[in-house]
């Protein structure tokens, strides 16, 4: 069975491990992969938004499955491309897509939905949304309506980085196209989740929950990135809170999506914010969470392949998914810089001796280059180790980690520390 795999980053590097473990003889290909997928799969140079590339390579190669990593090529349409082509495809169409291409529709339909979430306004107008302004409290968060590559969020303290903000998005064009649009969001506080499930348009399953580190530097503090650490399972959310979740936000959306006709199969991100009993959804991505599925599916005990089948069946309410009952810890090795600016082509040292101690190292952005592996972006490795405790994990994730270096590599030291 031939597999391709679209994707260049740690989520794909940790669904190609999963798959490469399958039971069945798999032919895995990644498009275009990384160092680190590249030793699992054949890696061809095809980005993720060259979706008539994709396709023709699909059809020369007869791939039997493609899995969409990124949201990209996702919100781009490729599920209803290969789809009108006669191939198999995992992901959501360009409909269900907008539930992360559109902050707008993701807010309309929770809140015709009545989905608990933050208060919100959408503007398309500059001087609308300044104006705006004044009827929210500090802080506020303000959202560009498109993609903007995981930086399109920004949380302003006083209303003069709210407006710097809104200025930026829409009269700047500092995401492009996506801050067109803009939502503005009342702040939440409490400690953030994900929650990753399945759905086949007839019923959602949630994966044992992870917590993500948002924030670049110790005890939170510096600018977002796209995570710098996870683990899983989370100490957050209990069986009793993981009930409210799967009745108040999961069973809902179910609901909702049948009624608006909308064929959702695929993966689901439920980004949360929980603030004692309080639950609110954050936000929607229609794809795997990067770090999150580094230390997901190393927990996964079904095969990845059996529960694809089931959502494209319709038949996953007869899955009975299975966990590890080893922790996961994931810690980000990141370029100096990151998530602003940063060089890229360094020389990285030490893989070799990092994959011991029970661990796997997750290349989220590396690339070969005459026989070294080098860095290749902003987060360049995921380092992920299990243990019979989490205090476990953590120290030989930590352990393996100090086994590799790069010029002005950096990590959060306290990932999963309690």
């Not at 996964?300 to 009975?320: P, R």
């Not at 082509?345 to 590396?366: D, W």
């Not at 953590?394 to 010029?407: C, G, M, V």
């Not at 950096?410 to 990932?415: A, E, G, M, P, S």
Request: net charge negative; aromatic share 6%; hydrophobic share 45%.
């Amino acid at each position: 069975m031939k597999v391709l795999v679209i994707g260049s980053g740690g989520r794909e590097h940790a669904i190609v491990h999963k798959l490469s473990k399958d039971k069945r003889e798999l032919k895995l290909y990644a498009a275009p992969g990384n160092a680190g997928i590249q030793s699992l799969a054949t890696c061809v140079p095809i980005e993720v938004d060259d979706l008539k590339g994709l396709l023709e390579f699909a059809l020369n190669e007869k791939i039997d499955l493609t899995i969409v990593g990124p949201e990209l090529p996702l919100v781009l349409g490729i599920v209803d491309l290969f789809i009108a082509s006669g191939l198999r495809i995992f992901g959501p169409n360009k409909k269900a897509a907008q539930f992360e291409g559109s902050k707008d529709f993701a807010k309309a339909f929770l809140m015709k939905h009545h989905i608990p979430t933050a208060k919100s306004e959408t503007h398309v107008d500059l001087e609308e949304a300044l104006k705006a302004i004044k009827r929210f409290d500090f802080p506020l968060v303000v959202k560009a309506d498109g993609l903007a590559a995981g930086k399109g969020v920004v949380i302003a303290q006083t209303e003069a980085e709210a407006i710097l903000a809104i200025t930026d998005m829409m009269a700047n064009q500092v995401f492009g196209d996506a801050g067109s649009k803009v939502v503005l969001e009342a702040f939440l506080k409490g400690i953030e989740a994900s929650i990753l499930c399945f759905v086949d348009g007839q019923s959602i399953i949630p994966m044992q929950p992870a917590q993500d580190y948002k924030k670049a530097k110790d005890g939170d503090e510096g600018l977002n990135t796209g995570g710098m650490g996870t683990y899983s399972p989370s100490k957050v959310i209990d069986d009793v809170m993981m009930a409210k979740i799967q009745s108040d936000i999961l069973d809902p959306f179910i609901v909702g999506i049948k009624e608006d006709e909308i064929n959702f199969k695929g993966i689901l991100f439920v980004g949360v914010m929980i603030d004692g009993e309080e639950i609110n959804v954050l936000e929607y991505n229609v794809r795997m969470g990067d770090p999150e599925t580094e230390v997901t599916l190393v927990r996964l005990e079904n095969e990845l392949l059996d529960v694809i089948d089931a959502v494209e069946n319709e038949t996953l309410k007869d899955i009975d998914l299975k966990w590890s009952t080893y922790h996961a810890v994931c810690i980000i090795m990141a370029s100096g810089g990151y998530p602003e600016t940063y060089k890229k082509g360094v020389k990285i040292f030490g893989l070799e001796n990092a994959e011991l101690n029970n661990s796997v190292v997750f290349h989220c952005g590396t690339k070969h280059t005459e026989g070294d592996v080098v860095t290749n972006g902003g987060r360049v490795l995921g380092v992920t180790a299990l243990g019979t405790t989490l205090e476990k994990a953590r120290s030989k994730a930590y352990s393996s980690l100090s086994q590799i270096s790069f010029e002005n590599a950096y990590f959060r030291n306290d990932i999963a520390k309690f």
